[in-house]
């Protein structure tokens, strides 16, 4: 197809995707003559994780080319390379409380993946943004007066890991291994707003079928 | 107390105190004298609660104080009172796609609420802002090629429902009706990113299961 086209089917103007494929996001077309270029179902697919990147996920140009370097490097196992490249997304920023609170999360984390049996996360702890992440976000509720400990947190986590079930399903649906990769991406930003509002409407129904609506 | 204490247990300086008295954020302290005022054990409550929304949720002053208005309503039941303080809080954009996407997403968010009998999230689709960003977030689904239906969404949904029965359990820990409308607004804050950090460590926890870490 030509530039017009994908940018139809993409809902992607022709003027972010040339500036796309001058950041080096996209992979330039196959050349037909010297001002034309032809693109195929790869490169639609391509320009859909990017805008999902960029348009929904707000991510910077870096980054995405950043997430991209992972998503399209065959020499890693399924498990490191949809890792690298959902690492390399932006997260939570550090915890930033007394040392005092950070240490009291770190622990209470570490004594929820001992209790779950979460062996790959414990062995990555020291690596891992997700890891921090939680750290920081523990340590703020304790920060704030809340009591927050490993058993208070264990049944989220069970309920994520059966999130995470679900997740793992939908990648394995698509066929080709960077397929499932990228869809691994897609999911990751796409998913949390869905998840969001899921939750927020689950409280409602669950207050209502409590406490009635008066 | 005095506003040095009030500081010291809040973490919060004199300063911001202040700014926060003079926009309404919190009730003036008892007049001991011209120059002094006595805070209590409500003040530092709502102090916390003031930070939680600003400094964590990153809302506005205006926003914040739409929120407390309703948390400080107990003229309304406890499932209303709830509500307006959460569906003041900032929610994701309206869906901004072509017609034909939002009304496919709309219409697969009905049949789900259908399926899962929520009949709460129901009778108020209208009126949430929740099921206003859950049809934007589907919308945004399909307009990127991802199939995505209520048959998708329900395992999702009834997880985010025994989500929503621990937080209530949590808010019911609270001793009195307003201290549980605050809990059910710091929660709503705060344990988003626990949730989000959880979702992304069990990811790689059921990843590193199924196809090992190599």
């Known amino acids: 197809m030509r530039l017009a086209e994908l940018s139809e089917r993409s809902g992607v103007t022709t003027a972010t995707i040339k500036y796309y494929l001058r950041e080096g996001l996209l992979t330039p077309g196959h050349r037909v003559s010297a001002t034309t270029a032809d693109y195929d179902e790869t490169h639609l697919r391509r320009l859909r994780l990017v805008r999902t990147l960029i348009q929904v996920g707000g991510v910077s140009v870096a980054t995405a080319r950043e997430v991209l370097r992972h998503v399209d490097d065959d020499s890693l196992g399924r498990t490191v390379r949809m890792g690298a490249a959902l690492w390399a997304l932006p997260h939570v920023p550090e915890a930033d409380g007394s040392d005092e609170d950070v240490a009291t999360a770190r622990r209470e984390v570490d004594r ?15 690596l891992s943004p997700d890891h921090r992440s939680l750290v920081a976000a523990v340590a703020s509720l304790i920060r704030l007066g809340y009591r927050w400990d490993a058993e208070m947190m264990a049944p989220y986590a069970r309920l994520m890991r059966q999130v995470a079930v679900h997740d793992l399903d939908f990648v394995e649906g698509y066929p080709s291994e960077s397929e499932k990769v990228e869809a691994a991406v897609a999911a990751a930003i796409l998913f949390e707003p869905v998840l969001r509002s899921l939750h927020r409407l689950a409280q409602e129904e669950e207050s209502a079928r409590r406490y009635g609506l008066s």
């Open 112 to 126: 929820l993946l001992e209790t779950l049996g979460w062996s790959t996360a414990r062995d990555l702890a020291t």
